[in-house]
């Protein structure tokens, strides 16, 4: 099923790149999928990892999802997904609030994929400097908010030994990125 998943996602992310460099978009669903696989998760947690985004960027619909991959995984990629009618802001404060009750298989999937994408804004900050942001709907101090509250609530309810490795390292790239 991660085959599947992953030709799935490639399919529907095709001829999509990263925002601030030329790197095909299918890259990220798939470090975040590996990385997933690598902290042992379930089958079902590393198919929405690749999945994450189909319905978010691509005209893939939730039905589709549930379609081909079951209920669950479908359930896990839609309590992911942004709503992008509405505003950066209130999409943000929605992923706060869901990582805060979300189950482990939620929230590992929103902090590897935020994980991801913070690694690749730090690499993108050393070769292109503060020029970075222009490429995103929100400056510096809004995507701190966001990413010190992503590390704050990601462990809410968590037992210790349900939290993955990763999670360290997403706390450790906040503080690299955004500072104490």
Not at 23 to 30: A, G, L, R
Not at 52 to 78: N, P, R, S
Not at 115 to 134: A, M, P
């Amino acid at each position: 099923m991660k085959a599947h998943a992953k030709a799935f996602a490639a399919k529907a992310h095709d001829g999509q790149t990263r925002k601030s460099s030329a790197e095909p978009y299918i890259t990220h669903p798939i470090r975040v999928a590996e990385r997933l696989e690598a902290s042992g998760c379930s089958e079902e947690v590393i198919c929405a990892g690749y999945l994450h985004d189909v319905v978010e960027d691509t005209l893939v619909e939730i039905e589709d999802i549930t379609e081909h991959f079951g209920e669950h995984i479908a359930q896990i990629v839609a309590a992911h997904t942004e709503d992008k009618s509405k505003s950066w802001h209130e999409r943000k404060q929605h992923t706060i609030d869901t990582i805060r009750t979300a189950s482990k298989e939620v929230k590992y999937l929103i902090v590897a994929d935020k994980l991801d994408n913070l690694l690749e804004l730090e690499k993108e900050l050393s070769e292109q400097g503060d020029n970075v942001w222009r490429h995103f709907n929100a400056g510096f101090d809004e995507q701190k908010w966001y990413n010190e509250s992503i590390a704050m609530n990601m462990e809410k309810g968590l037992a210790s030994e349900d939290r993955p490795g990763f999670f360290h390292d997403f706390q450790k790239a906040v503080k690299r990125v955004f500072g104490e």
